[in-house]
């Protein structure tokens, strides 16, 4: 097989990871309302890699149980994605409690309540109008 070289421009990055539960937990945070809310408040420019560093997402953590939930939950909404974007009602459903649970994970990671999560996905809401 052939191996090729994979070249990123100005908008892609990429992130090495050693082990699933890492990228999962990336995966998850970076895939959360609240950082949607955040990265479309940066969309009338180039987003460049310090909006990341800018949110400060912490290093995954094995031992910390909110950590692995996330992960654990971003795995479970990689699994339903196929399923659910081809047309599976139930899956979309499923999926759409899956990133809720997430959401509120995420809150709880950086300190927000429910009632500020609430006003962040009602400012989103607004913003892709």
Known sequence: MEKKIVVPDQ???LVAFDDQESAHFLCGILNTTIVQSI???????????NFIRQIRIPHYDAQDP???????????????????YNGDKAARAELRRVEEEIDRAAAQLWGLTEEELAEIRRSLEELRG
């Open 66 to 84: 909110t950590h692995r939930l996330i992960s654990s939950l971003s795995r479970r909404a990689h699994e339903l994605a196929q399923a659910a």
């Open 39 to 49: 990265y479309a408040m940066y969309t009338y420019k180039h987003v460049s890699i």
């Open 11 to 13: 908008t892609a990055y």
